[in-house]
C-alpha cells in the first residue's frame, strides 16, 4: 500500500492510558511500510491503553525512556490520550528525547493531546499545528499557529486532532517519513 521504510526506525513515546487507536493504527501502518517501530516509556513492562476513558488492552513496552537514545532512531510518533500526554509533558526526560529529535530535523507525528509534550519542550513558538480541539488555546498560548484541520504538515512536523483522523494522518506520516527518508539516504 505505502512505499516502503526498510530500516526506518521510529520511536513510539507513550506512556498509561494512551489513546489506543492513536498509537496501534499508525504502528501498524508504519510496520506494513516496513518502518522498524520500537515503544518507548518512561518505565518497563506494559502500557495501559484506552478508548476515550474506558481502559482496554495492554502493550509492551520495548525500551524504558532512561534507557532510550534518540540518536537511534530516524523519526518519532506521539500518540494522544489527555492523561497519556498529561504525564509525559512533565516528564523531563521526555521533553530532552523530543528536543534531540527535532534538533536533528527528524520528522515527528503528534495526534490529539500528544503536542502537549512538544509544548512542555518549548518547541511549539511558530509552528502550524493542530490538535484535539481542547488544547487548542495551550498551543497558541506557547506561540503556535494552530487550525482545525484533520492534519497539518509543517517542515518536519505532522500533526493530527483524534483517532477518525488516522487514515489521512498516517498517510501523510509515511509520506514525511519516506521523504526525510529518502533525502537522509541521498546525504549519506
Not at 149 to 172: K, L, M, T
Request: proline fraction near 5%; hydrophobic fraction near 45%.
Amino acid at each position: 500500500m505505502y512505499p516502503r521504510l526498510e530500516g526506518f526506525r521510529v520511536a513510539i513515546l507513550a506512556t498509561d492510558l494512551f489513546e489506543e487507536a492513536e498509537l496501534i493504527e499508525p504502528r501498524k501502518a508504519l510496520q506494513e511500510a516496513g518502518a522498524e517501530t520500537t515503544v518507548i516509556a518512561p518505565h518497563g513492562g506494559e502500557i495501559q491503553a484506552v478508548q476515550h476513558d474506558k481502559k482496554t488492552q495492554k502493550l509492551k513496552v520495548d525500551l524504558r525512556l532512561a534507557e532510550a537514545d534518540p540518536e537511534q532512531f530516524d523519526a518519532l510518533l506521539i500518540p494522544g490520550g489527555a492523561k497519556s500526554s498529561g504525564a509525559l509533558r512533565v516528564e523531563q526526560l521526555a521533553q530532552e528525547f523530543v528536543r534531540c529529535i527535532d534538533q536533528r530535523r527528524k520528522p515527528i507525528a503528534v495526534i490529539c493531546h500528544g503536542p502537549w509534550l512538544l509544548v512542555s519542550a518549548g518547541l511549539v513558538r511558530g509552528r502550524h499545528l493542530t490538535s484535539y480541539r481542547a488544547i487548542a488555546d495551550d498551543l497558541r498560548n506557547a506561540g503556535a499557529f494552530w487550525s482545525d484541520q484533520a492534519v497539518v504538515r509543517n517542515e518536519n512536523w505532522v500533526s493530527s486532532r483524534q483517532p477518525s483522523d488516522i487514515p489521512e494522518f498516517n498517510e501523510v506520516m509515511i509520506n514525511l517519513f519516506i521523504d526525510h527518508h529518502a533525502r537522509s539516504k541521498i546525504a549519506a
